[in-house]
Structures are given as structure tokens and as C-alpha cells.
């Protein structure tokens, strides 16, 4: 299992929510790229990024610095955040992100996320956030009526390939993984050739928490506020989850 530390960008700077609440952001770093290096010092070979303003406003934000982090870094990044529209899409995979992640356009936009799929491939991956097992949009502000896992079920049958799914009310907790969410979540995508890959996030805040999840034979865990709190120690994690 891949271990992804994760940078969440607001006005500019790396923040961490509690349970996606932006009334509830803490500031642990006013340099990401800064942050970004250590974590790639630390033995990370994929970073997890967040336009947190991208998400609220619906198009890419932190443009720039976002840029920045890719021209100093060598690690891979994945990022996530108001892409809506293939132009924004385009744009973020031209300045050398490797994966893009659609969150909202794959609930609300299903032609976007076709067309992605068919341009870009595994270059995409879709985000399902969940409230109470419900699909969050729109930077986490609405909540559908839509279940993560039939949603998930659905999109895999159209040809997505991985999904990140985010327990809202774990996320920037502190209190674990759901681990019973996110076997449902695999049990929901076990009908498709191939199985998708799965990563997981919200609530990692300890190795248990990572061995857990890698039991459970998923790609990847993202960790963010606990790599800040120093709870998990970034190195250590990866020299004992991935070896």
C-alpha cells in the first residue's frame, strides 16, 4: 500500500479541515511548497493536493502555486479541486500533475467525466466524498441523496479505474479510518473486470490505522493532519507500510 501525504491549499497556504468544515481550518504551513519537499525528503512518492478554494468556487484557484510545487518537486502529485470543465483539466495535466481528480463532475457532470476518461485514461480518477454514506459536492457544502457505494458501482461500470473515497466525519478527526465503509466500498466495486484501485482517506492518526488499511489490500492511504501533528512520522510510516 502506498502511503500519500496530503496538502490542502487555502488562500495560499497548507491548511487542514475538520470534518471538511472550512470554518474549522487550521494553518500548519504558510509555504506548501516548502512542505511539499520535506514530504518528498521523507521517502513520499505520490503527494495528494487540495485546491480548497478551487473546490468552493468550482475552477482551479492556486494556480500558481500549485505550479510552484510541481517545478520543486520530483514526486508524483494528484490533485483535486473545482475541476469541472476539460479546460481545467487540460490545464493542470500541461503543467505536469499527474492525476487529476473529479469530484462534483462525476455526480453532476457525467459527459465531463466520459470525456475525460476517454482523453486522459488512468490519468483521472474520481473522489467520492461521504456524509453518512452520502456523496458530498461543492467543496463538501451539499450532500446528496446519492450513495457512495452505488455511485460507485456505476461510474466503475463506465470505465473508471480508481477512486479516492473520503469519510467526511473521519476527516481531519484524528478518531481512524471507517473500515466497514470502506469494505462496502470494495464489496461495490468487486462486480467490475478490472477492479478498480481504491484509496482511502480521512482519519488516519496512527500506524495501526495503516496497517489496517493495507489489510484491507487497497492501493493507497492519504494522510494529512496527522503527518502535520506529528502523530505519524512520514518516513517511519513509509519504511513500515510500503517496506
Known sequence: MIVI??????????????QGDFAQSTTYDADPVSVALRWQAAGASW??????????AGRPINVKLIEHIRDAATLHIELGGGMRAPSHIKQMLAI???????????????????????????????????????????????????LATALAAELSAEGVRRFIYTDIARD???????????????????????????????????????????ALGIEGAIIGRALYTGDIILGQAIHEIEG
Request: proline letters at 4%; glycine letters at 12%; hydrophobic letters at 45%.
Open 5 to 18: 501525504p496530503a496538502i490542502d491549499i487555502q488562500n495560499g497556504q497548507c491548511v487542514r479541515l475538520y
Open 47 to 56: 503527494l495528494h493536493i487540495v485546491d480548497l478554494d478551487g473546490a468552493l
Open 172 to 214: 481531519g478527526a484524528l478518531q481512524g479510518p471507517n473500515l466497514p465503509a470502506l469494505r462496502e466500498m470494495q464489496s461495490a466495486l468487486a462486480a467490475t473486470t478490472p477492479i478498480p484501485s481504491l484509496i482511502a482517506s480521512g482519519g488516519v492518526y496512527s500506524l495501526g490505522d495503516l496497517h489496517a488499511l493495507a
Open 96 to 146: 505536469g500533475i499527474d492525476r487529476v481528480v473529479l469530484g462534483t463532475a462525476a455526480l453532476s457532470n457525467r459527459e465531463l467525466m466520459r470525456d475525460a476518461l476517454a482523453r486522459w485514461g488512468e490519468r483521472i480518477a474520481v473522489g467520492l466524498d461521504a456524509r453518512d454514506g452520502r456523496v458530498a459536492v461543492s467543496g463538501w457544502q451539499e450532500t446528496s441523496h446519492v
